[in-house]
C-alpha cells in the first residue's frame, strides 16, 4: 500500500508533521532517553511525556515502561491516541496540568517550552514537578537561544512520491525576543485539488541559563547536562527535590 493511499485527501497537522520527520530515528532517541533515566535510576515506572506530538518517542518507550502523555493540538492527541491505542494520552496545556497517580519521570522533548513565555514556563515547571513522585527524574530539552536563532531565511522541503506531492517552505522572521516561523504546505496527491495549509508558530527566544533558572525554581536540580536529541541543542537531567513546590495553578487533568 502506497503513503498517498493511507493518508485523507485534506491532510491535517499531524500528518504533515509525519511525513516531514519520518526519516527522523526516533528509536534511537527513545535508546538514548532509557539510557539516561536508566543511569539516573529510572528502570521501570511510569513516563509522561508533554507536548507529545505523534507520540513518536512514546511508541518505542512503550516497551519499557507504562507511558502517558499529552499536547494541546487535537489533531497531534489523535494521531498519538491511534499509535498508543492502550496508552493514557489526552488534550492539555503545559502551563494547567496535572496527574495522578504521581509518575517516575518526565519528559519536555523538542523544545516544547519555546512556545511559553518565562512566566509561563515557571507555571509549566510547577505542574511538572506536582506530576513527579519525591525525587522523580525530568528530561527537559530548550530550544535555541536569541544568539543561536537567525531570521529571514528561506527554506524548503520536499515530499516526492507516485500518488503525493509535498513541498514546505517557511522565510522565518524575527521581532524582537519572538521568532515566527510559518509553515506553508502545498499538497498535491492523486485525483484531489492542491490543498493549501499554513502551520503558524510563534516562538519564544530565551536565554538558556534564564529558562533553566525558571525551571529550577521550580523545586528543580540540575543532575547533569548531555546532547540534545535536536543538533546543537542540551539536554538537562533535572532531579525533583522531596517537597512539592509552590505557586501556580493545576487543572485539565485525567
Known sequence: MSVASTLASEMDRAQLYGLFHQGKDYGADARRIRDLLLSHGVDRGRIL?????????????????????????????????????????????????????PVHATLMLFGALCYLSLPEVKLAAQCMHRALRPGGLALVEPWVGP????????????????????VRQVVTRREGSLAHVDFHYLVAQTGTQVQHLVDANTLHLHPRDELLKAVLAAGFALESQVDGLMAGSPLWVLRASESPSMGGSSHDGV
Not at 502523555?69 to 492527541?77: K, L, R, S
Not at 544568539?147 to 509535498?166: T, Y
Open 49 to 101: 511525556e508533554g507536548a507529545c506530538g505523534t507520540g513518536s518517542y512514546l511508541e518505542p518507550l512503550a516497551k519499557h515502561y507504562q507511558v502517558l502523555g499529552f499536547d494541546a493540538d487535537p489533531q497531534m492527541v489523535q494521531a498519538a491516541c491511534a499509535r498508543l491505542p492502550r496508552a493514557q494520552i489526552w488534550e492539555g496545556d503545559l502551563r494547567h496540568f496535572e496527574v495522578s497517580p
Open 147 to 166: 544568539q543561536e536563532f537567525v531570521g529571514g531565511e528561506p527554506h524548503m522541503a520536499v515530499i516526492d512520491l507516485s500518488e503525493l506531492k509535498v
